[in-house]
């Protein structure tokens, strides 16, 4: 959603999409975390490492590379909580 913002800003000459496009992820991010997952988001301790870590996943889904490492990251869980 913010990248699509950043190239709605370019395309048009509309500099007004930039704030939405940093609010409107973690706005819905933030909402997820609080309300559906229950527990605080990184980006309030660790601001660059989160949207380094946001950027990356971005990167991961458009290169269809998100199910395996989200596949892998689950298989990690499982073994730590087994043990």
């Known amino acids: ?3 699509g913002f950043v190239v709605a800003a370019i395309v048009t ?3 007004s999409f930039i704030p939405a496009a940093l609010i409107s992820p ?3 991010a933030w909402f997820s975390h609080f309300f559906v ?3 605080r988001p990184a980006s309030f301790g660790h601001p660059l490492w ?3 870590g946001d950027q ?10 998100m199910s395996g ?4 990251c689950a ?7 087994s043990h």
């Open 69 to 72: 490492e989200v596949r892998r």
């Open 75 to 81: 298989a990690l869980e499982d073994t730590s909580v």
């Open 37 to 39: 997952e229950h527990n």
């Open 50 to 52: 989160s949207w380094i």
């Open 1 to 3: 959603m913010g990248w």
């Open 56 to 65: 990356k996943m971005v990167a991961m889904v458009l290169a269809g590379q």
């Open 26 to 28: 973690y706005a819905l």
């Open 13 to 15: 000459g509309n500099l």
